[in-house]
Antibody, heavy 127, light 108 residues
Framework: QITLKESGPTLVKPTQTLTLTCTFS??????????VGWIRQPPGKALEWLAL???????RYSPSLKSRLTITKDTSKNQVVLTMTNMDPVDTATYYC???????????????????WGQGTLVTVSS | EIVLTQSPGTLSLSPGERATLSCRAS???????LAWYQQKPGQAPRLLIY???SRATGIPDRFSGSGSGTDFTLTISRLEPEDFAVYYC?????????FGQGTKVEIK
């Protein structure tokens, strides 16, 4: 059974750095064809993909937020960490992590599907 | 970058009725890597459909997906009370992974 849970601060001040941890079970991030991604959702708004990391430590970032994001994994702890610098009130959102099933063709990633999601954690940015 | 546009924004229907949701992409979605998610208030999204037409594990057969290229459809054949929610499409074959803005299916 695959489960994921996000943890981190519920309140951060503008300009601070946000660090979120996704702790998962039921799979290993060292297994080929597996990844973990982060998605956020401002209150009442749509989903926005942020970043993802694959089993081989390859990473992808949203172009609009790339300069502010860093994603890392700790396979031994079954955790993925997302950091976002220079937080602003517009970054107030529920942040989700999700398990990805990754498909490859001739060793190149062809797709990555968010198939299991954590419950999300609400982060408010306010002074 | 692929932009996904969902329509309508809100669909007001009664239980038992058929719901048809549209997702249009600004460019062709490679290999039909198009997914649909359901989200209820206070809950995380749940994967319903992947590969444009394949149901995820445990998803009832009243949910079906179709389409290719730039035009995709999610159909709920007969709405059950638990189906009133927001539905998002997402393309997952090219970067950046994009979501649509959502369609809310509400009780009429």
């Amino acid at each position: 059974q695959i489960t994921l849970k996000e943890s981190g601060p519920t309140l951060v001040k503008p300009t601070q750095t946000l660090t979120l941890t996704c702790t998962f079970s039921g799979f290993s991030l060292s297994t080929s064809g597996v990844g973990v991604g982060w998605i956020r959702q401002p209150p009442g708004k749509a989903l926005e993909w942020l970043a993802l990391i694959y089993w081989d430590d390859d990473k992808r970032y949203s172009p609009s937020l790339k300069s502010r994001l860093t994603i890392t994994k700790d396979t031994s702890k079954n955790q993925v960490v997302l950091t976002m610098t220079n937080m602003d009130p517009v970054d107030t959102a529920t942040y989700y992590c999700a398990h990805m099933t990754v498909g490859t063709i001739f060793g190149v990633v062809s797709f990555d599907l968010f198939d299991y999601w954590g419950q999300g954690t609400l982060v408010t940015v306010s002074s | 970058e692929i932009v996904l546009t969902q329509s309508p924004g809100t669909l007001s229907l009664s239980p038992g009725e058929r719901a048809t949701l549209s997702c249009r992409a600004s460019q062709s979605v490679s290999s039909s890597y198009l997914a649909w998610y359901q989200q209820k208030p206070g809950q995380a999204p749940r994967l319903l459909i992947y590969g444009a037409s394949s149901r995820a594990t445990g998803i009832p057969d009243r949910f079906s997906g179709s389409g290719s290229g730039t035009d995709f459809t999610l159909t709920i054949s007969r709405l059950e009370p638990e189906d009133f929610a927001v539905y998002y499409c997402q393309q997952y074959g090219s970067s950046p992974r994009a979501f649509g803005q959502g369609t809310k299916v509400e009780i009429k």
